[in-house]
């Protein structure tokens, strides 16, 4: 059979997900019309709300915590997963709606095609996105774009498609949405190969369990690690 069709087979889509019960069920259910080869996994962060049920109920494969303890756990918890499992290509996409798993195909094709260690579905900065988010998202894009000495879009974005051997290399320690900065940021500055793709700008008006204090200063103490480059702008892995 040809390669191609092996590794789409060992493809893993992991949703973390935190009292989603209203919408965890039409993700799933559309990611695995989308990609029906891949295995898809939910973590369910701690929900007391049928998370899990509804995940279970559309086809997923459901890791529990017991207690909520933050998306960047959960992502952690199902990529780890996923590589012991076997996974090749590894998605990660929210619960709540915001990432259309109808793009997933084009998010994989240049990890497919070996051109990228990294893909990030990048959103456009539009009036479909809250006014608070478009500032913190062009903050974090700027500041990303120093670490990377190339243009990063979208530093916010969960919504990506990566390798196993880049699961296997960035490990992050951060618990909440800390982590996928750090995982991005620690990726740029391995000299890994990191690509944007524009994916549509999607506010369904789910409520959001950022926290605009904690998790700010959380993320500018993952920038704060990588001061040198944002200042001098002096080389990364933008690639692809």
Not at 60 to 69: C, G, K, M, P, T
Not at 141 to 149: C, N, T
Not at 188 to 202: C, E, H, M
């Amino acid at each position: 059979m040809p390669a191609r069709a092996d590794a789409r087979r060992a493809l893993a889509l992991v949703i973390p997900a935190y009292r989603a019960a209203a919408t965890v069920g039409d993700v799933v259910a559309r990611a695995r019309r989308t990609a029906p080869e891949a295995r898809c996994y939910v973590v369910d962060d701690g929900s007391e709300d049928g998370t899990a049920a509804a995940a279970r109920a559309a086809g997923a494969e459901v890791l529990s915590h017991a207690a909520n303890r933050g998306k960047g756990v959960a992502l952690a918890t199902g990529i780890a997963r996923a590589v012991t499992d076997g996974a090749a290509t590894i998605v990660t996409l929210d619960a709540d709606g915001q990432h259309p798993p109808e793009e997933i195909p084009k998010l994989v094709a240049p990890v497919d095609r070996g051109v990228a260690d990294l893909v990030l579905g990048a959103r456009a900065r539009s009036s479909g996105m809250p006014l608070a988010r478009r500032f913190t998202n062009w903050v974090s894009a700027a500041l990303a774009s120093r670490v990377a000495d190339g243009p990063v879009p979208d530093a916010q974005t969960g919504f990506r498609a990566f390798t196993r051997a880049l699961a296997l290399a960035v490990r992050p320690g951060e618990s909440r949405y800390d982590y996928e900065t750090a995982f991005l940021l620690e990726t740029l500055t391995a000299g890994y190969r990191v690509t944007s793709l524009a994916i549509p700008t999607v506010y369904n008006g789910q409520p959001s369990h950022f926290r605009r204090i904690a998790d700010t200063w959380r993320l500018a103490r993952v920038f704060s690690r990588h001061g040198r480059r944002i200042l001098l702008g002096d080389g990364g892995g933008q690639g692809a």
